[in-house]
């Protein structure tokens, strides 16, 4: 007799905010050039896309859809229409290279309400450039933990306050000298309860950080690349302090990223339940054949390993040691990448943008893949249908068809012959965020989300 399945507990998921909103609404219909609709098919020519107020009601040739009467009709018919991009590891509340000249500088003399109009600064830059959703991975700050103050930014755009992304928070959980805990100076006296030891503080740390609000529990699994005086192939903390902390972030139906630079790291997310693997850098054949079958997203994180941004951090005042390790790790983390790409391990596009490059950059991390051999339509989905899957977010958005929210960009080019268009501010010609315009730069128009009267007082910080 076969053995009786055991009955699987009902898992409750409460919606959204943008998902509670009324539905229906403005009917705008989209004529476009070509169609990348991020599902990973053909092209599709002329198309026609009709939008019902937040969402896609409609998408097909033309010809084959009938055009609404009364409709707004937008005219792109000289771009590639594709679906928002997302990055699924950013962090907008660090010092960044386009707003201050030395992040070591800041950290001290920057106070966590400033630093927070930045993070908000940052987002917007990302929307700018057809990023309409980010996930950022939380931060610190020299006054504690940085969640709240990123859960408030989340919110005020949410509340349509503000103009910005779609963003998703996730708070620190992590030990005591950890990687995520050495982002600030060794020296800089900690305020707060910023980190925890064994598996009840941690406990206590996930759940203060889901009470101030943030989406996701970021903990960290091994050592890692940008902090002063650690090797990253240091163990970040025991299987039953990362055990704990997965599990306090299922118990309150959160989600649990993971920073793993080490297989060993690896190893003991994909062992404690982990929904997200942050980083490429060391690996093995089984390993990855383990995160493979498991079926656990991955976010690369390439962009920042480059000499150009490894430039940048010089210029930052990033310590020798830092940007030596950076540069030893670069074979490693590109080798992982193709290695985990060719044995179809789920890829996630990831930045870990905090000090470099610029936010709104977001794309050069395509860049990147394709040019370690990612095929450019695989590239896109990384960044569309791969990423809301890892984010959970794919029942309404990632690709673009009917019942989604119309997250849309136009694109001057074509990203599938050279990916690199979609870092040109020029060529990002409409970003649609739940059918509103948010950017408009086709001719004879000038909407933009970031409008910056004197960039030279930005540089001069």
Known sequence: MAAKKEKKEAFWKPEPPWAKQPEGGKLVVINGGTLIDGNGGPVLKNPVIVLEGRRIKQVGPKGKVKVPAGAEVIDATKYTLMP??????????MFNCMTFHNHRVAQWEVMPHLQQMYALFHAQNCLDMGF???????MNSSRGLFTQELCAVRDSINAGIVEGPRMLIGGFTTITGSHLDLIQPRAMPRSGFNNGDGPWELRK???????????????????????????????????????????????FHKVCAVHCFTTSGQRMALK?????????????????????????????????????????RRELGTSPFVLNKLKKLQPYCYNTFQQMYK??????????????PHFGDNAWELEVYVGLGMKPMHAIQTATKNAAEALRLDRDLGTIEAGKLADIVAVNGDPLADVRVLQERKNIALVLKEGRICVDRRPGRSKNVVQVKDWQKIDNL
């Open 132 to 138: 309409t959703t980010l996930r950022d991975l939380g």
């Open 205 to 251: 740390l996930a759940r203060l950080n889901i009470l101030w609000g943030c989406d996701i529990v970021k903990t960290c699994a091994s050592g890692g690349g940008g902090t002063d005086k650690e090797e990253p192939d240091i163990r970040n903390m025991c299987q039953e302090e990362l055990d704990a902390i997965v599990d306090e972030a299922h118990a």
């Open 343 to 356: 044995a179809g391990v789920k890829i996630a596009m990831g930045t870990d943008m905090g000090f470099e």
């Open 272 to 312: 404690a339940g982990a929904d997200t693997i942050e980083h490429m850098v060391f690996s093995d054949d089984e390993t990855i054949a383990m995160i493979k079958d498991a079926g656990v997203p991955v976010t690369p994180t390439l962009a920042h390993r480059t000499d150009h941004a490894i430039e940048l």
């Open 84 to 93: 928002g991009m997302m990055d699924c590891h950013v962090h907008t509340g």
